[in-house]
């Protein structure tokens, strides 16, 4: 719309005004034509939405080789007086339905019938009459795999397929270190079933996705992130969870975590929840793990690992200094099993292993992955950090027992024993009644001995691994740590039958 510049001032503020109602009327959808007849509606917008990755397609073809697990469960029962409430609740009247409701009311989230997954604060749950967890399909003759802790005080289990078709399992073995177990349905035809995924190519931000049974609702997809790799959650010997961020709950035990590929990159097993349902930190047993005890579940019911016989703890910055470890890697060896492997190949208190069959140990986590990675009987070369030096000695490894065994060292102060201070570590200590190793009597609170937990009734058996009977030999290890440049002597403690290292710093000596 052309405006001749010299038209009366009036004209030109209604024909802006119409041209302004034009360009707004077009810009909203509709088409106002000045033409003097009634305004004509144009065509909507229409803007193409933009692409957004799915899982559907992931989703629809594993989700037949997932299913719910049904334990149930034999146990004990008890009459219910109501003595298990607490104080606030205790002076109830006597009527049982009134306390039974209290009891539940105190648990609430709990009284659903379902074996709930682990929370990360491991608390103990009471075997219900019927559990439900989840699983899946590994093989199209219908062995599955799910949670030890799903079937656990199971008698009997039932496999609820994504069709809601029940078959009736059998239990081939489980693996408590590992939180694993092993199914097996008969049933005719062949199951849809699904792979496990090189956990080593999966990266902190990968999309997985999670199909699990939470709260007994069968069959639910939650998806999110790969949060981080490598957990330790304090479950046992061989953490090393994958951490996702998809909602997991109770149910979900058992329950496969799947890459964008279809393939099981993990096993749901624990979540952290102080409130019992999902914040979004979830734990899986990763699939590198989850493959090879399946298969020796599979193949022989049971998992044999490789023993070493050694108690191990952490290698720090401190104890690395102590022993001229140029990095604070690998395990440092605490003390070794009379009738163990590593004893009889002359691994002793004091050694830190760096290596197994050529392979670094960053941790005391890993070096026991590595050594229950190995069948028994297998010989490896076990490299130490030995007296300022690296050496290699051959292991025959032994048979994982079902409970490790302690090193004993019931050392007691001498009633007659004169008490002495070594003033630089803040220690008073006396001599042992055998004679071997300095019992500590009383700790300095404001002393480096004290903040690395020290404690009265603990025994010095070695410093720098030379054995002490006598305060002249805890003096004389420090000042040869002095001149060899050292800032920390390395010192053995003994306490309820077991030894730890602890590394004291002696600048100020």
Known sequence: MNIAPNSNPRTRKR????????AIAGAIGFGAVATGTAPVLAEAVRVEAPQVPSFADVVERVSPAVVSVRVKAKIETTADDGSDLPDAFGNLPDDPQLRRFFREFRGFGDQDGRDGMRRFERRDRQ???????????????????????????????????????????????????????VLKVEGDGKFTYVDFADDSKVRVGDWVVAVGNPF???????????????????????????????SVNRGNSGGPTFNLNGQVVGINTAIFSPSGGSVGIAFDIPASTAKQVVQDLMKDGTVQRGWLGVEIQPVTSEIAESLGLKSDKGALVSSAQEDGPGK??????????????????????ELARLIGAYQPGKPVDVTLWRDGRSETVKVDLGTLPSSDKQAS??????????????ADLGLTVTRSDDGKGLVVTDVDPDSDAADRGIQPGDVITSVNSTEVNGTDDVAKAMADAVKSGRKAVLMQITRDDSNRFVALPVAKG
């Open 15 to 22: 024909l802006l005004a119409a041209a302004a109602s034009v």
């Open 127 to 181: 075997p219900r009459p019927v559990a439900q967890g989840s699983g899946f399909f590994i093989s199209e003759d219908g062995y599955l795999v799910t949670n030890n802790h799903v079937v656990g005080d199971g008698s009997s289990f039932t496999v609820v397929m994504h069709d809601g078709k029940e078959l009736d399992a059998k239990l081939v073995g489980t693996d408590p270190r590992t939180d694993l177990a």
């Open 216 to 246: 007994g609702l069968g069959g639910t997809v939650t998806a999110g992130i790969v949060s981080a790799r490598g957990r330790d959650i304090g479950a046992g010997p061989y953490d090393d969870f994958i951490q996702i961020d998809a």
């Open 344 to 365: 009889k190949a002359g691994i002793t208190a004091g050694d830190v292993i760096t290596q197994v069959d050529g392979k670094d140990v960053a941790s005391p986590k």
């Open 409 to 422: 060292a019931n050392q007691q102060p001498s009633a007659s024993a004169k008490a002495d201070t070594l």
